[in-house]
């Protein structure tokens, strides 16, 4: 974990889209978390990414998911950070949901989180929010 790299809630970041914590401590590097939650049924997601300045440590990236209410905070953080999980599979009705996460390494900083629905070969109208022509 970075020495030094306290994440602290921004507010200005706050809302629907989800809460953002970020911390860059000069000579040590930058870490952050950011979680979003979507509804029926309730998941909660988790994001981390650090980047690690001078240090033989490599950029790490992982991911939280839960049925339960995740809060952004330290212990979450670390928690998150010391399971080293990179992928993660929610069931949902009719189908199932895919987390998944990689980084770039040394001076390639960039992270990317994939979220995937694979559902059955029925895609309904209630799924899609909409009416579903059927096929004849």
Known sequence: MLIGA???LDQTHTGSG???QASSVPLVGSAGIS???IANPA???EFLGSDPDFSTEDNKAYV???TTHL???KDTYSHIYSTNVTRLTQPV???K???TCNIGSADDCVATFTLTFNGGTVVTGEALGSDVLEEK
């Open 93 to 95: 009705p009719r189908g």
């Open 18 to 20: 989800g809460v953002f």
């Open 35 to 37: 979680g979003y939650t």
């Open 43 to 45: 998941i909660w997601f």
């Open 71 to 73: 809060t952004i905070n």
């Open 97 to 99: 949901l895919d987390l």
């Open 64 to 66: 939280a998911m839960s």
């Open 6 to 8: 306290r994440p602290s």
